[in-house]
RNA sequence: GGGGGUGUAGCUCAAUUGGUUAGAGCGCUGCCCUGUCACGGCAGAGGUUACGGGUUCGAGCCCCGCCACUCCCGCCA
């Protein structure tokens, strides 16, 4: 046996007990004649001594060339530290273990970068920190994420099965139903020149275990998705993902409100208050100008389309003739802008389709702006009214139509908050979380460049049951029974009450979709079919498992939770993924390569 | 596909804005040191300034190209 004890077990207790601890070399104080070593394990460290008094010259020697993350196993007798010498900042620090023997199990070779430090080894280039991912994975930092990681999923099975859930694994080979993101596909070496596809999620899977009569379905479920990467998104990423019959949208939302709850008090011991509010995904737009709104500060976006309908500023007037309509923001405290900040705001409102963007900044009881010429006593009124301008707010205009003007804004919104964040004028307690769930999303949304309509969510999600006969009539105004769970301004997961009855789902398909009836039967016929046989109505959601640990390790980036990420351009730096294969593999596939292979 | 940022010793960074031999801390190597815990002291090694061109008397610094990492837009039913 390599050890009696864990590295972070040693206390007043044990001493006078001979112990054998293993683990890695985290530092090494030689003072010449007397030894210490650190041994660490993912418990924590303990102290050891060498002195060669006790010891003979071999051991002492062997200590006394021992590397920085050697890998040793050390037996002595564990002791009270003499007197003034312990250590309060470790919990084994009135401890240490009197070396006897001491077996050196892996010579380490001297280290790319250091692991013991964390004020240098958390600045270490990520570069290097996925080239070597295990020495990265050793930092206190990363275990912590990773144990939690591990406790969040156990608590999560725990609750789906006290709820009476099934967990169920669901194929990762499938096939391509090239609707939504791209896929990865995987060439079938049986069946010449055609392929399978890794799921986007398991959606289609989970409605038919409905089908089945399963009723309750979850799984940590891995997903694929071939688009390119943010710091939130990764080629390969993990949902909770569940699925429910008999049930209605709020039964959803007490079920996630659950989950979360016991998730948070699990991972933070925080009690997050239920049931979360609602918003309906028009008055997102309109207040915050986004679908995932971050209610944490205010500086909410105010109507003025009625204030400018006759106003002698043509850019505000002829953009509501044209149906449009003036929305504007008051940056609080943001008048002091440079103007870069104003420039970057101004491109980046551009980015968005807008011509410009018109400011006022409220300076020295002046309002000074291009445009405040152009306004008269009763608008500037109703701007003061709505707006509550006072010294030293900046107010930033979009007129455009009513999503890309609330879009606008609402992107300027959360520059400007970032931008006084940065200047100590807004701050965000970290331990703050704002629940909510959006709600009322339109179910379809019309793309312009090919000219038809196309589902927001997905194509299965049923519409508001009122709403139906709009369908025929006036597909934009259909609400669909989506849902998304949003916090703190990022999106944590989405869901839908799906359709259940196939002529429904086949209309969607063939009318609106536009999606001709010999793919919509190749691609999903044995749905519909499946739908056929007795079909319980059946809802869902998923939530971004990776997304939400890494808000729980307070990481922006969901790298930090997953043992072995991808860069943005999807290779791994340390198994050096992708790779050519060998023309043996290839033919075995049926399948010639069109670029020269690289060497 | 597009835009921004970064790349200098093993690691983290500097280099007076184009000027002589590219520095510091940590790490590493050697020597000294019996109560350290960021141990301490002395000495030393270590550089294709990512890479390839160009401008210049002279380039880490300017220009062009290219690679990698990263953030964002597009994309993510």
Redo the contacts with the bound molecule.
């Keep these: 046996m390599k050890r009696t004890h864990h590295c972070n077990e040693l206390r007043p207790a044990h001493i006078g007990q001979v112990v054998a601890l293993s683990g890695w070399v985290h ?8 030894i ?1 070593i ?1 041994i660490r394990d993912r418990e924590g460290r303990t ?1 050891t ?1 060498f ?3 006790d010891l003979s010259k071999e051991i002492f020697e062997r200590a ?2 021992l ?2 993350e050697s890998v040793i196993s050390v037996t002595g007798k564990a002791r009270q ?2 007197a ?4 309060p ?2 919990a084994t ?1 009135e401890v ?1 273990v ?1 070396a006897t023997a001491l077996e050196v199990l892996n010579q380490a070779d ?5 692991v013991d ?1 964390p ?3 958390s ?6 920190r ?1 080239q070597y991912r295990y020495l990265d994975l050793r930092r206190p930092e990363m275990a912590r994420n990773f144990r939690l990681r591990s406790k969040v999923a156990t608590a999560t099975r725990v609750y789906f099965d006290e709820q009476g859930f099934l967990e169920v694994e669901t194929p990762i080979l499938f096939k391509s ?1 090239p ?4 896929e990865f596909l995987v060439p079938s070496r049986v069946h010449p020149g055609s392929f399978y596809a890794l799921p ?2 398991p ?2 899977f989970k409605q038919i275990l409905m089908v089945a009569g399963v009723e309750r379905y979850f799984q940590l479920a891995k997903c694929f ?1 071939d ?7 990764q080629l390969e990423f993990t949902q909770i993902d569940l699925e429910m019959s008999f049930i209605e949208r709020e039964d959803i939302y007490n079920l996630v409100e659950g989950l979360l709850k016991r998730v948070w008090k699990t991972a933070l011991n925080m009690d997050i208050p239920t049931p979360f509010k609602r918003i309906s995904f028009e008055e997102a737009l309109n207040r915050y100008g986004i679908d995932k709104p971050d209610t944490r500060f205010g500086m909410e976006l105010a109507d003025f389309t009625e204030e400018f309908r006759a106003s002698t500023f043509k850019v505000f007037s002829g953009a509501i003739a044209n149906g449009g309509v003036v929305k504007a923001l008051n940056a609080k405290g943001l008048a002091g802008a440079t103007q870069g900040q104003i420039e970057t705001m101004t491109e ?1 409102a551009k ?2 389709g807008a011509k410009g963007l018109a400011y006022i900044k409220v300076e020295n009881g002046e309002w000074k702006s291009p445009i405040v010429k152009f306004f008269n006593d009763g608008e500037k009124g109703a701007l003061t009214k709505k707006l509550g301008i006072e010294e030293g707010d900046l107010i930033l205009f979009a007129a455009d139509q009513w999503l890309t003007a609330c879009e606008i804004l609402g ?1 300027i919104r959360l520059y400007s908050a970032d931008v006084l964040k940065g200047q100590g004028k807004l701050s965000i307690p970290s331990d703050r979380f704002d629940f909510l769930w959006v709600v009322d999303f339109p179910l379809l ?1 019309f793309d312009k460049e090919q000219n038809r309509w ?8 049923a519409p508001v049951a009122e709403d139906i006969p709009l369908l025929a009539t006036d597909p934009k105004k259909v609400r669909g029974q989506h849902y998304d769970v949003v916090v703190n301004g990022m999106e944590l997961g989405g869901g839908s009450i799906r359709i259940h009855q196939p002529d429904v789902q086949k209309t969607i398909f063939e009318q609106l979709l536009q999606i001709p009836p010999d793919t919509v039967k190749a691609r999903f016929g044995y749905m519909l079919e499946a739908f056929r046989y007795g079909c319980p109505p059946h809802g869902g959601i998923a939530l971004g498992f990776d997304r939400m640990i890494a808000i729980l390790c307070g990481t ?2 969901i ?1 930090d939770v997953i043992a072995f ?7 791994d ?1 340390m198994a050096e993924s992708p790779t050519p294969v060998e023309p043996k593999q290839l033919r075995d596939l049926h399948i010639e390569l069109k670029v020269g292979r690289k060497e």
């Design positions: 530092s090494r104080r030689d003072l010449g004649g007397l210490f650190d102290q001594v002195d060669p008094s006394s060339g590397r920085s530290r003499p003034g010498t312990n250590n900042k470790i620090g240490e009197m001297v280290l790319p970068f250091p430090d004020e240098v080894s600045k270490v280039n990520e570069e290097l996925l139903t609707e939504g993101a791209r986007q999620s959606q289609q998705r688009e390119d990467q943010r710091a939130d998104r980046y980015s968005f992107k949304s196309y589902s927001s969510h997905h194509p299965f999600t922006p980036s790298r990420p991808k860069t943005a351009k999807g290779t730096l």
